[in-house]
Protein backbone atom coordinates (compact mmCIF):
# COMPACT_ATOMS: atom_id res chain seq x y z
CA UNK A 1 0.00 0.00 0.00
CA UNK A 2 1.10 3.40 -1.11
CA UNK A 3 2.28 6.29 1.96
CA UNK A 4 1.34 9.68 2.87
CA UNK A 5 4.08 12.20 3.24
CA UNK A 6 1.53 14.76 4.74
CA UNK A 7 1.26 15.68 8.43
CA UNK A 8 0.12 11.54 9.71
CA UNK A 9 -0.09 12.06 13.36
CA UNK A 10 -2.73 14.41 14.43
CA UNK A 11 -4.38 15.58 17.71
CA UNK A 12 -3.47 13.90 21.29
CA UNK A 13 -1.15 11.05 19.20
CA UNK A 14 1.06 14.07 18.09
CA UNK A 15 2.04 13.83 22.01
CA UNK A 16 2.55 9.81 21.54
CA UNK A 17 4.80 10.85 18.05
CA UNK A 18 7.05 13.21 20.48
CA UNK A 19 7.44 10.41 23.10
CA UNK A 20 8.71 7.88 20.68
CA UNK A 21 10.90 10.08 18.45
CA UNK A 22 12.76 10.68 21.79
CA UNK A 23 13.92 7.47 22.14
CA UNK A 24 14.30 6.67 18.83
CA UNK A 25 18.12 7.17 17.90
CA UNK A 26 20.83 4.36 18.55
CA UNK A 27 24.58 4.62 19.83
CA UNK A 28 27.07 3.95 18.06
CA UNK A 29 29.44 0.66 17.36
CA UNK A 30 31.58 -1.69 19.42
CA UNK A 31 34.37 -0.39 21.24
CA UNK A 32 37.86 0.35 19.48
CA UNK A 33 39.74 -2.68 18.95
CA UNK A 34 37.16 -5.43 19.69
CA UNK A 35 36.40 -6.86 16.27
CA UNK A 36 33.72 -6.18 14.02
CA UNK A 37 30.66 -4.57 14.06
CA UNK A 38 27.77 -7.37 14.67
CA UNK A 39 24.41 -6.45 12.96
CA UNK A 40 21.69 -8.88 13.67
CA UNK A 41 18.84 -9.43 11.21
CA UNK A 42 15.81 -10.99 11.66
CA UNK A 43 14.00 -12.64 8.74
CA UNK A 44 11.22 -15.55 8.11
CA UNK A 45 12.59 -16.01 4.51
CA UNK A 46 15.37 -18.61 4.38
CA UNK A 47 16.71 -17.12 1.15
CA UNK A 48 18.20 -14.62 2.43
CA UNK A 49 20.84 -16.48 4.30
CA UNK A 50 22.78 -16.45 0.82
CA UNK A 51 22.82 -12.68 0.47
CA UNK A 52 24.22 -13.00 4.51
CA UNK A 53 26.89 -14.91 3.68
CA UNK A 54 28.15 -13.19 0.84
CA UNK A 55 28.06 -9.94 2.95
CA UNK A 56 30.15 -11.45 5.48
CA UNK A 57 32.48 -12.50 3.07
CA UNK A 58 33.29 -9.32 1.40
CA UNK A 59 33.01 -7.41 4.63
CA UNK A 60 35.77 -7.11 7.16
CA UNK A 61 34.50 -4.42 9.62
CA UNK A 62 30.84 -5.54 9.75
CA UNK A 63 29.04 -8.94 9.80
CA UNK A 64 25.42 -10.10 9.75
CA UNK A 65 24.05 -12.63 12.38
CA UNK A 66 21.07 -14.20 10.62
CA UNK A 67 18.32 -15.14 12.97
CA UNK A 68 16.04 -16.92 11.55
CA UNK A 69 12.02 -16.27 12.74
CA UNK A 70 9.27 -18.83 11.88
CA UNK A 71 6.70 -16.62 10.49
CA UNK A 72 5.39 -13.12 10.23
CA UNK A 73 3.59 -13.12 13.36
CA UNK A 74 6.44 -14.85 15.54
CA UNK A 75 8.14 -11.68 14.53
CA UNK A 76 6.27 -9.46 15.25
CA UNK A 77 5.54 -11.18 18.97
CA UNK A 78 9.33 -11.54 19.28
CA UNK A 79 9.93 -7.70 18.35
CA UNK A 80 7.09 -6.35 20.66
CA UNK A 81 9.22 -8.61 23.56
CA UNK A 82 12.68 -7.02 22.67
CA UNK A 83 11.82 -3.61 22.58
CA UNK A 84 9.68 -3.74 25.87
CA UNK A 85 12.05 -5.16 27.41
CA UNK A 86 15.26 -2.92 26.19
CA UNK A 87 17.05 -6.66 25.31
CA UNK A 88 17.93 -9.00 22.97
CA UNK A 89 16.83 -6.08 20.15
CA UNK A 90 17.98 -6.94 16.56
CA UNK A 91 18.89 -3.72 14.73
CA UNK A 92 17.44 -4.82 11.36
CA UNK A 93 14.23 -6.92 10.99
CA UNK A 94 11.20 -8.23 7.64
CA UNK A 95 9.07 -5.85 7.45
CA UNK A 96 5.71 -7.17 8.98
CA UNK A 97 3.47 -4.47 9.25
CA UNK A 98 3.19 -0.49 8.43
CA UNK A 99 5.76 1.90 9.03
CA UNK A 100 3.74 4.51 10.71
CA UNK A 101 1.56 2.30 12.91
CA UNK A 102 4.68 0.45 13.94
CA UNK A 103 6.20 4.06 14.79
CA UNK A 104 3.55 4.74 16.35
CA UNK A 105 3.91 1.72 19.08
CA UNK A 106 7.24 2.92 19.50
CA UNK A 107 9.09 -0.16 18.01
CA UNK A 108 11.26 2.00 15.13
CA UNK A 109 14.49 3.76 15.43
CA UNK A 110 15.06 6.96 13.10
CA UNK A 111 17.73 6.55 10.81
CA UNK A 112 17.08 9.41 8.57
CA UNK A 113 20.74 10.74 9.51
CA UNK A 114 21.99 7.88 8.19
CA UNK A 115 19.95 6.93 5.22
CA UNK A 116 20.29 10.41 3.28
CA UNK A 117 23.22 9.59 1.80
CA UNK A 118 22.21 6.38 0.57
CA UNK A 119 18.22 8.07 -0.83
CA UNK A 120 19.71 8.53 -4.70
CA UNK A 121 20.48 4.71 -5.08
CA UNK A 122 16.71 3.94 -4.29
CA UNK A 123 13.69 4.59 -6.86
CA UNK A 124 11.43 7.20 -5.90
CA UNK A 125 8.35 5.10 -4.61
CA UNK A 126 10.45 2.53 -2.60
CA UNK A 127 11.76 5.75 -0.48
CA UNK A 128 8.20 6.16 0.23
CA UNK A 129 7.90 3.18 2.33
CA UNK A 130 9.77 3.74 5.03
CA UNK A 131 9.38 7.36 5.11
CA UNK A 132 6.74 9.11 7.92
CA UNK A 133 6.81 13.08 7.73
CA UNK A 134 10.27 13.35 6.00
CA UNK A 135 11.94 11.08 8.62
CA UNK A 136 12.76 7.21 7.78
CA UNK A 137 12.61 4.35 9.97
CA UNK A 138 13.59 1.72 7.89
CA UNK A 139 15.68 0.48 4.48
CA UNK A 140 13.41 1.12 1.65
CA UNK A 141 12.03 -2.24 0.61
CA UNK A 142 10.32 -1.15 -2.95
CA UNK A 143 7.15 -2.99 -3.89
CA UNK A 144 6.89 -5.39 -6.60
CA UNK A 145 4.40 -5.04 -10.21
CA UNK A 146 0.88 -6.70 -9.41
CA UNK A 147 -0.56 -8.90 -12.02
CA UNK A 148 -2.22 -12.23 -12.40
CA UNK A 149 -1.35 -15.78 -12.92
CA UNK A 150 -3.76 -18.02 -14.84
CA UNK A 151 -4.47 -21.87 -15.48
CA UNK A 152 -4.41 -21.24 -19.24
CA UNK A 153 -4.93 -25.03 -19.85
CA UNK A 154 -7.99 -25.51 -17.63
CA UNK A 155 -9.27 -21.83 -19.30
CA UNK A 156 -8.78 -23.28 -23.12
CA UNK A 157 -10.38 -26.45 -21.69
CA UNK A 158 -13.30 -24.95 -20.88
CA UNK A 159 -13.35 -22.40 -23.95
CA UNK A 160 -13.31 -19.45 -21.47
CA UNK A 161 -11.46 -15.91 -22.62
CA UNK A 162 -8.20 -14.01 -21.11
CA UNK A 163 -10.17 -11.80 -18.51
CA UNK A 164 -9.38 -8.40 -19.09
CA UNK A 165 -11.87 -6.94 -16.51
CA UNK A 166 -12.65 -7.65 -12.89
CA UNK A 167 -16.23 -8.32 -14.82
CA UNK A 168 -14.96 -11.27 -16.85
CA UNK A 169 -13.82 -12.78 -14.14
CA UNK A 170 -16.79 -12.51 -12.43
CA UNK A 171 -18.47 -14.32 -15.76
CA UNK A 172 -15.53 -16.37 -16.16
CA UNK A 173 -16.27 -17.83 -12.60
CA UNK A 174 -19.81 -18.49 -13.61
CA UNK A 175 -18.40 -20.48 -16.53
CA UNK A 176 -15.69 -22.66 -13.98
CA UNK A 177 -18.38 -23.31 -11.64
CA UNK A 178 -20.38 -25.36 -14.07
CA UNK A 179 -17.10 -27.77 -13.76
CA UNK A 180 -16.59 -27.62 -9.95
CA UNK A 181 -13.37 -25.28 -10.58
CA UNK A 182 -13.27 -22.23 -8.97
CA UNK A 183 -12.23 -19.00 -10.34
CA UNK A 184 -9.98 -17.43 -7.43
CA UNK A 185 -9.19 -18.00 -3.96
CA UNK A 186 -10.15 -15.41 -1.49
CA UNK A 187 -8.79 -16.87 2.17
CA UNK A 188 -10.70 -16.62 5.12
CA UNK A 189 -7.65 -14.39 7.11
CA UNK A 190 -6.55 -12.54 4.20
CA UNK A 191 -8.59 -9.27 3.19
CA UNK A 192 -5.61 -7.86 0.74
CA UNK A 193 -8.07 -8.67 -2.22
CA UNK A 194 -10.34 -6.08 -1.05
CA UNK A 195 -7.56 -3.90 -0.22
CA UNK A 196 -6.14 -3.71 -2.97
CA UNK A 197 -9.04 -3.16 -5.00
CA UNK A 198 -9.99 -0.33 -2.81
CA UNK A 199 -6.35 0.90 -4.36
CA UNK A 200 -7.25 0.29 -7.76
CA UNK A 201 -9.75 2.09 -7.56
CA UNK A 202 -7.59 5.20 -6.48
CA UNK A 203 -9.54 4.79 -2.77
CA UNK A 204 -7.51 5.30 0.90
CA UNK A 205 -9.01 4.20 4.36
CA UNK A 206 -7.61 7.64 5.90
CA UNK A 207 -6.95 11.00 5.05
CA UNK A 208 -5.73 13.87 6.51
CA UNK A 209 -8.22 17.01 6.68
CA UNK A 210 -5.68 20.27 8.57
CA UNK A 211 -4.64 18.70 11.78
CA UNK A 212 -7.48 15.81 11.85
CA UNK A 213 -7.71 12.32 10.21
CA UNK A 214 -10.67 11.31 8.17
CA UNK A 215 -11.62 8.39 7.68
CA UNK A 216 -13.03 6.36 4.62
CA UNK A 217 -13.84 2.88 4.50
CA UNK A 218 -17.65 3.71 3.85
CA UNK A 219 -16.08 5.82 0.52
CA UNK A 220 -17.43 5.56 -3.21
CA UNK A 221 -14.05 3.56 -3.83
CA UNK A 222 -14.39 1.07 -0.69
CA UNK A 223 -18.01 0.39 -2.36
CA UNK A 224 -16.85 -0.08 -5.52
CA UNK A 225 -14.39 -2.80 -4.06
CA UNK A 226 -16.62 -4.28 -2.26
CA UNK A 227 -18.80 -4.81 -5.09
CA UNK A 228 -16.70 -6.83 -6.95
CA UNK A 229 -15.41 -9.12 -3.73
CA UNK A 230 -19.60 -9.62 -3.46
CA UNK A 231 -20.05 -11.04 -6.31
CA UNK A 232 -17.74 -12.91 -6.32
CA UNK A 233 -18.90 -14.66 -3.11
CA UNK A 234 -22.35 -14.57 -3.83
CA UNK A 235 -21.84 -16.37 -6.95
CA UNK A 236 -19.84 -19.28 -4.68
CA UNK A 237 -17.12 -18.76 -7.75
CA UNK A 238 -14.14 -18.08 -5.52
CA UNK A 239 -12.51 -20.74 -2.54
CA UNK A 240 -11.64 -20.26 1.11
CA UNK A 241 -8.44 -22.13 1.41
CA UNK A 242 -6.29 -20.96 4.15
CA UNK A 243 -2.86 -19.93 3.67
CA UNK A 244 -1.82 -21.35 7.21
CA UNK A 245 -1.49 -24.91 5.69
CA UNK A 246 1.09 -23.66 3.03
CA UNK A 247 1.68 -27.03 1.54
CA UNK A 248 -2.13 -27.97 1.31
CA UNK A 249 -2.80 -24.60 -0.56
CA UNK A 250 -0.39 -25.39 -3.20
CA UNK A 251 -1.32 -28.67 -3.78
CA UNK A 252 -5.05 -27.36 -4.27
CA UNK A 253 -3.57 -24.62 -6.63
CA UNK A 254 -1.42 -27.03 -8.55
CA UNK A 255 -4.80 -29.46 -8.73
CA UNK A 256 -6.57 -27.47 -11.35
CA UNK A 257 -9.40 -26.95 -9.12
CA UNK A 258 -8.58 -22.94 -8.77
CA UNK A 259 -7.78 -21.23 -11.56
CA UNK A 260 -6.96 -17.48 -11.41
CA UNK A 261 -3.88 -16.07 -8.79
CA UNK A 262 -3.59 -12.11 -7.91
CA UNK A 263 0.15 -12.91 -7.37
CA UNK A 264 3.26 -10.86 -7.33
CA UNK A 265 7.05 -11.85 -8.36
CA UNK A 266 7.93 -13.11 -4.96
CA UNK A 267 6.08 -16.08 -5.06
CA UNK A 268 6.51 -17.76 -8.11
CA UNK A 269 9.48 -19.52 -6.95
CA UNK A 270 7.55 -21.39 -4.20
CA UNK A 271 5.21 -22.71 -7.30
CA UNK A 272 7.99 -23.47 -9.42
CA UNK A 273 9.97 -25.43 -6.95
CA UNK A 274 6.38 -27.26 -5.91
CA UNK A 275 3.43 -27.33 -8.75
CA UNK A 276 3.92 -30.64 -9.99
CA UNK A 277 0.44 -31.33 -12.01
CA UNK A 278 0.23 -27.72 -13.50
CA UNK A 279 3.81 -27.08 -14.17
CA UNK A 280 3.78 -25.32 -17.03
CA UNK A 281 0.24 -24.45 -17.66
CA UNK A 282 0.05 -20.95 -15.92
CA UNK A 283 0.42 -17.76 -18.19
CA UNK A 284 1.18 -14.21 -16.87
CA UNK A 285 -1.30 -11.34 -18.01
CA UNK A 286 -2.41 -8.28 -16.92
CA UNK A 287 -4.31 -7.40 -13.71
CA UNK A 288 -8.02 -7.12 -14.16
CA UNK A 289 -9.16 -3.45 -14.25
CA UNK A 290 -12.58 -1.83 -13.30
CA UNK A 291 -14.75 -2.12 -16.20
CA UNK A 292 -15.18 1.52 -16.20
CA UNK A 293 -11.47 2.42 -15.57
CA UNK A 294 -9.69 5.22 -17.25
CA UNK A 295 -6.37 4.39 -17.46
CA UNK A 296 -4.95 1.07 -16.77
CA UNK A 297 -3.69 0.87 -12.89
CA UNK A 298 -2.22 -1.38 -10.77
CA UNK A 299 -1.98 -1.03 -6.84
CA UNK A 300 1.47 -0.17 -5.23
CA UNK A 301 2.56 -0.28 -2.09
CA UNK A 302 6.29 -0.35 -1.17
CA UNK A 303 7.72 -1.49 2.18
CA UNK A 304 10.79 -1.11 4.64
CA UNK A 305 13.43 -3.53 6.31
CA UNK A 306 12.38 -2.32 9.74
CA UNK A 307 15.58 -0.69 12.27
CA UNK A 308 13.85 -1.39 15.93
CA UNK A 309 14.02 1.38 18.52
CA UNK A 310 17.15 0.17 20.59
CA UNK A 311 19.64 -0.53 18.05
CA UNK A 312 22.91 0.01 18.79
CA UNK A 313 24.41 0.25 15.63
CA UNK A 314 22.39 2.66 13.25
CA UNK A 315 25.13 4.01 10.94
CA UNK A 316 25.61 -0.08 10.17
CA UNK A 317 22.59 -1.25 10.70
CA UNK A 318 21.55 1.21 7.66
CA UNK A 319 24.49 0.43 5.79
CA UNK A 320 24.28 -3.16 5.79
CA UNK A 321 20.89 -2.52 4.84
CA UNK A 322 21.41 -0.63 1.81
CA UNK A 323 23.79 -2.81 0.35
CA UNK A 324 21.10 -5.36 0.56
CA UNK A 325 18.68 -3.49 -1.21
CA UNK A 326 20.76 -2.17 -3.84
CA UNK A 327 23.80 -3.54 -4.83
CA UNK A 328 24.51 -5.59 -7.48
CA UNK A 329 26.64 -8.25 -5.59
CA UNK A 330 23.74 -8.74 -3.50
CA UNK A 331 21.26 -9.35 -5.94
CA UNK A 332 22.89 -11.72 -7.60
CA UNK A 333 23.62 -13.52 -4.04
CA UNK A 334 19.72 -13.61 -4.11
CA UNK A 335 19.66 -15.74 -7.27
CA UNK A 336 17.56 -18.77 -6.36
CA UNK A 337 19.82 -22.04 -7.13
CA UNK A 338 16.85 -24.04 -7.71
CA UNK A 339 14.63 -21.92 -10.01
CA UNK A 340 17.27 -20.01 -11.65
CA UNK A 341 15.55 -16.58 -10.94
CA UNK A 342 15.85 -13.57 -9.12
CA UNK A 343 13.44 -12.36 -6.58
CA UNK A 344 12.32 -8.68 -8.30
CA UNK A 345 15.00 -5.62 -7.84
CA UNK A 346 12.02 -3.27 -6.52
CA UNK A 347 14.39 -0.74 -4.79
CA UNK A 348 16.93 0.37 -7.07
CA UNK A 349 16.55 2.74 -9.93
CA UNK A 350 17.03 0.30 -13.48
CA UNK A 351 15.90 -3.69 -12.71
CA UNK A 352 16.49 -3.85 -15.95
CA UNK A 353 19.36 -6.18 -15.85
CA UNK A 354 17.68 -8.43 -13.65
CA UNK A 355 14.61 -8.76 -14.78
CA UNK A 356 14.93 -11.59 -17.37
CA UNK A 357 16.39 -13.62 -14.51
CA UNK A 358 13.05 -13.32 -12.29
CA UNK A 359 10.73 -15.39 -14.40
CA UNK A 360 11.09 -18.93 -13.36
CA UNK A 361 11.97 -21.42 -16.28
CA UNK A 362 9.27 -23.87 -16.18
CA UNK A 363 6.53 -22.29 -14.91
CA UNK A 364 4.90 -20.18 -17.30
CA UNK A 365 5.53 -22.89 -19.88
CA UNK A 366 4.87 -21.42 -23.73
CA UNK A 367 3.97 -18.28 -22.16
CA UNK A 368 7.38 -17.67 -20.15
CA UNK A 369 8.66 -14.66 -22.40
CA UNK A 370 5.47 -12.29 -21.97
CA UNK A 371 6.37 -12.27 -17.80
CA UNK A 372 9.02 -9.64 -18.22
CA UNK A 373 6.40 -7.36 -20.51
CA UNK A 374 3.45 -7.86 -17.78
CA UNK A 375 5.52 -7.25 -15.03
CA UNK A 376 7.31 -3.57 -16.42
CA UNK A 377 3.78 -2.68 -17.85
CA UNK A 378 2.42 -3.51 -14.15
CA UNK A 379 5.12 -1.66 -12.16
CA UNK A 380 4.67 1.68 -15.16
CA UNK A 381 0.72 1.56 -13.84
CA UNK A 382 1.80 1.62 -10.57
CA UNK A 383 -0.83 4.26 -8.70
CA UNK A 384 0.07 5.72 -5.23
CA UNK A 385 -3.08 6.76 -3.30
CA UNK A 386 -3.02 4.77 -0.04
CA UNK A 387 -2.35 6.55 3.37
CA UNK A 388 -1.71 4.70 6.59
CA UNK A 389 -3.39 5.36 9.78
CA UNK A 390 -1.83 5.88 12.97
CA UNK A 391 -3.98 2.81 14.06
CA UNK A 392 -3.91 0.38 11.10
CA UNK A 393 -2.44 -2.49 13.01
CA UNK A 394 -5.22 -2.80 15.07
CA UNK A 395 -7.55 -1.63 12.60
CA UNK A 396 -6.40 -4.85 10.09
CA UNK A 397 -6.72 -6.87 12.91
CA UNK A 398 -10.22 -6.42 12.79
CA UNK A 399 -10.74 -6.05 9.21
CA UNK A 400 -9.13 -9.66 9.32
CA UNK A 401 -12.23 -11.10 11.50
CA UNK A 402 -14.49 -8.93 9.58
CA UNK A 403 -13.15 -10.60 6.35
CA UNK A 404 -13.88 -14.24 7.90
CA UNK A 405 -17.70 -13.40 8.50
CA UNK A 406 -18.01 -11.79 5.01
CA UNK A 407 -16.34 -14.44 2.95
CA UNK A 408 -18.39 -17.18 4.65
CA UNK A 409 -21.71 -14.92 3.98
CA UNK A 410 -22.28 -14.19 7.57
CA UNK A 411 -22.52 -9.99 7.09
CA UNK A 412 -22.05 -8.47 3.38
CA UNK A 413 -19.29 -6.66 2.77
CA UNK A 414 -21.21 -3.17 2.73
CA UNK A 415 -21.68 -4.41 6.52
CA UNK A 416 -18.08 -4.79 6.45
CA UNK A 417 -17.35 -1.30 5.59
CA UNK A 418 -19.97 0.37 8.01
CA UNK A 419 -18.50 -1.77 10.87
CA UNK A 420 -14.75 -0.99 10.09
CA UNK A 421 -15.84 2.66 9.78
CA UNK A 422 -17.28 2.95 13.23
CA UNK A 423 -14.48 0.76 14.45
CA UNK A 424 -11.78 2.73 13.15
CA UNK A 425 -12.99 6.11 14.32
CA UNK A 426 -14.13 5.11 17.53
CA UNK A 427 -10.42 3.26 18.25
CA UNK A 428 -8.46 6.78 17.13
CA UNK A 429 -11.26 8.87 19.30
CA UNK A 430 -10.29 6.71 22.16
CA UNK A 431 -6.75 6.73 21.51
CA UNK A 432 -7.54 10.78 21.93
CA UNK A 433 -6.87 11.94 18.01
CA UNK A 434 -8.70 13.80 16.20
CA UNK A 435 -10.98 12.75 13.12
CA UNK A 436 -12.85 14.72 10.95
CA UNK A 437 -16.20 13.97 9.68
CA UNK A 438 -15.88 13.02 6.13
Not at 338 to 349: C, L, M, R, V
Request: with cysteine; charged share 20%.
Amino acid sequence: MPRTTDRWLAGGLATCLLSVLAGCSGGGGDPAGSGPVEIEMWTWNTSTQQVVDKFNATHSDVKIKFVKQADNPTTATNLRNAVAAGQGIPCLVQNFGEVPSLLAEGLLADVTDQLQPHLQQFNAPAVKGAEVQGRYYGIPGGAEPSYMMINRKVYDQHRVAVPKTWDDIIAAGKVFKQHGVKVMNLAGEDPSTLVNLVMQAGGSWYGVKGDSWQVGFTSPESKKAANIVQQLVDNDIVANQTYQDRPALIAYFDDGKMVSLPTNVWQLGNYEKNFKKSIGNWQPIDLPQYADAAEFTTPFHGGATLVPKGCANLKEATEVGVWMATSKDAIEASLDKETGAYPWPGTIPDPAPYVDGSVPPKLFGAHKGEAVGVWLKSAKAGKDSWVVGPNYTAVFKELQDQWALAVTKKITFEQLLDHMQKFTVDDLKAKGVNVAEA
